[in-house]
């Protein structure tokens, strides 16, 4: 059975700092592009980014330079640093792991809420 757990949700003020985690089990950790999508009240869920096996990372552009998508392959995790937090960013984040090659092969997360607010 597929489980991604995340976790390190909150709420913080305008200019701070979180760390997302997604503990990912059931799936050859390695095999999978691992992701962070958000969705804001009212809107589609977006990518934030993304992060392959080999250390590719793919990124939106509202997060540029103020993100950063790194993995552990010994804990099966992957994380998301976010800096620089805005309002904007505030949004149920999820964990995605899709098994590289396929668009079929993807899991979701069960989500978490990051709230930007003074």
């Known amino acids: 059975q597929v489980q991604l757990v995340e976790s390190g949700g909150g709420l913080v003020q305008p200019g701070g700092s979180l760390r997302l985690s997604c503990a990912a089990s059931g799936i050859v950790f390695t095999r999978y592009v691992m992701g962070w999508y958000r969705q804001a009240p009212g809107k589609q869920r977006e990518l934030v980014a993304t992060?392959?096996?080999?250390?590719?990372?793919n990124y939106a552009d509202s997060v540029k330079g103020r993100t950063t998508v790194s993995r552990d392959g010994a804990k099966n995790t992957v994380y998301l640093q976010m800096n620089s937090l805005k309002p904007e960013d505030t949004a149920v984040y999820y964990c995605?792991?899709?098994?590289?090659?396929?668009?079929?092969?993807?899991?979701w997360g069960q989500g978490t809420q990051v709230t930007v607010s003074s």
């Open positions: 995605n792991s899709r098994l590289l090659g396929s668009v079929t092969n993807y899991y």
């Open positions: 992060i392959t096996s080999g250390g590719d990372t």
